[in-house]
């Protein structure tokens, strides 16, 4: 995969998370939408936006989506502009490596809390990770290209 589809492929995931995360929020304020990825007991956003266990740190969860992913956006764009600099591609993957861990958080708060898994979160949480995967082999190349010598 070329550095240029890497960093298509981190815009894609970053901007898909986004409006997941946009979708997560409007599922709080109407709750006709809640009903669209409410399966079961188990798939349930409902459950989950219900739980009470929907903030970290006192901010939303879908904030930290929202907020992630435009920043996830923001440093690709900056480390695109200055492909000669290692340090926009580490700052990419510090950022998404750190949506990651909150994602991973957010899903054992489901799993292992609430005993629900909401849809909608889950496939924000695929898209950081398709980020994040992207980001690690973006490093690696840019770190390559400018090894010394």
Known sequence: ???????????????????????????????????????????????VDLSGQTTTLGI????????????IMVVNALAESRPDDNLGAYGLLALTTAGVGLALYFLYVELALIHALCVVCFAAYVTGFVAWAAAIELARRTRIANAPG
């Open 1 to 47: 995969m070329q550095t240029r589809t890497l960093r298509t492929v981190i815009y894609l995931s970053a901007g898909v998370g986004m409006v997941i995360s946009i979708f997560a929020a409007a599922e709080l304020l109407d709750t006709a939408l809640r009903a669209v990825c409410s399966y079961n007991a188990f798939f349930s956003c409902a459950a």
């Open 60 to 71: 939303p969860d879908y904030a930290w989506g929202i907020g992630g992913f435009i920043g």
